[in-house]
C-alpha cells in the first residue's frame, strides 16, 4: 500500500507551500494522477482521508484529476494513446513505447483560506 | 511504536548488528513529522493557490543525496526487487562469497520484520544494515540515507540494497541505485512481468532464477524473457540459479561492468 507514502508525501508538499505562500487551511486539494502511474485512485483516496487527520488540511476534499497515457514509438515515431505500459504500436506493432504522458503524479493546486 | 508520540503507523527499524535485547537500542526511527497543526480560525477569503509539485519530490530530493554521496565515495549501488521468496538473498549470499576477496562491499537489507536476512549476509562476513519498515511495504531513500549514515562506506566497492519483497510498491522508489535488478523465479508465473509491470519496466537487468528446477516445472521462459521485454524492450535478461551456480559468470561479468562505470 505505498499509496499511504504518497498520500504523507503529498500533504509534506502542502504543509511546504503553507508556509512559503502564507496560508493555514485547506479546503480542496487537486491531484494529478496519470492513468499509467502505480497510483490506485481508490486507495489514494483511503489514504488521503487518513493522512490529512489533525494537519493543516484536516477535512478537505480530495479532487482526483486523471491524466490520459501517451506513448511515442521507438521505432516509427507514432504517437498515441495507451492504458498499459506494454501495448505494441498501432502503426508498426513493435513493443517499447515511451511514455511521454499519464505517469506523473502531482499536487496540482489547493484552495485555501 | 513511536518513542516520540506513542503512535504505531510508522515503526522503522535500522539495526547495524545483530538485534540487540538491551531497553532502547531498538529505538524507532520515526519518519513522519510530529508538528501539530491547529487549523487557523481567520476568515480570510478562499484562494487558489497553483503548486504543479510531484509528490515524489522530497523522496527523489533524498535520493540524489544518496546518489552524490555513492558517486563520491565511487560505489556501485544496486537496488535489488522482487516479490518474496524468489531468492534475491540466495542470489546476494553467493555473489558476496565470490567478490568479498577483491572489493568492500556492504548490503542493507529492507523487510518488514526480523533480521534474518541481514544475519544471512553477516554469515558471509560482509557487513549488513537491516532496515524493518514495520507496516511499510517498501524502502524509501530517506530509510536508505539513515542506513548508509550508520554504516561504514564500501568505498571504491558494491553495495547492495535488498528491499522488501514486493513487486508493486519499491518501483516509484528511487532510493539513489545505479541500476534497479528485478529477480523473477521459475517457480512463479512467466506472465509477472505483464502483471507487475511499473517493476519490470523500471529495472535494468531482470534476473531469472531458480534455473536448476526447470526440468520439473512447465515455466516457458521463452514468454517470460518475451512478456518483459515487451514491457521495458532494453531490459538486459539472465538465466541463472543461485543454487547451482548456473548463470553466475554472467551476472558477475555484468556487475563488473556498472563497477567498472561507477568507479
Known sequence: MHEMSLAESALDVIKDASGKQGFKRVKTVWLEIGKLSCVEKDAMRFCFDAVIKDSLAEGAKLEIVETEGQGRCTQCGNEMQIATLYEACSKCGSFGLQVIAGDAMRVKELEVE | MCMTCGCGTSEVLIRGKQARKAAGADTPLHFRPHTAEVPGQDNEAKRIVKLEQDILAK?????????????????????????????????????????????????????????????????????????????????????????????????????????????????????????????????????????????????????????DLLPYLAFDVARAEEYARRVNPGIRIIRISATSGEGMPEWLDWLAVQHQAAA
Open chain 2, 59 to 211: 523522496n527523489d530530493g533524498f535520493a540524489d543525496n544518496n546518489r552524490r554521496l555513492f558517486s563520491a565515495n565511487r560505489i556501485l549501488a544496486l537496488n535489488l526487487v522482487s516479490s518474496p521468496g524468489s531468492g534475491k538473498t540466495s542470489i546476494l549470499v553467493r555473489t558476496l562469497q565470490t567478490l568479498k576477496d577483491d572489493m568492500p562491499l556492504a548490503v542493507i537489507e529492507g523487510d518488514q520484520q526480523t533480521d534474518n536476512d541481514a544475519e544471512r549476509i553477516r554469515a558471509t562476513g560482509v557487513e549488513a544494515m537491516q532496515i524493518n519498515t514495520g507496516k511499510g511495504c517498501h524502502l524509501d531513500a530517506q530509510m536508505v540515507e539513515r542506513a548508509v549514515q550508520q554504516m561504514t562506506l564500501p568505498q571504491h566497492g558494491m553495495l547492495f540494497i535488498e528491499n522488501v519483497g514486493n513487486l508493486v510498491c519499491p518501483a516509484a522508489f528511487d532510493l539513489g541505485e545505479a541500476a534497479k535488478v528485478v529477480v523473477l523465479s521459475v517457480t512463479e508465473g512467466e506472465d509477472k512481468p505483464l502483471k507487475y509491470p511499473d517493476m519490470f519496466r523500471a529495472a535494468k537487468l531482470m534476473l531469472l532464477n531458480k534455473c
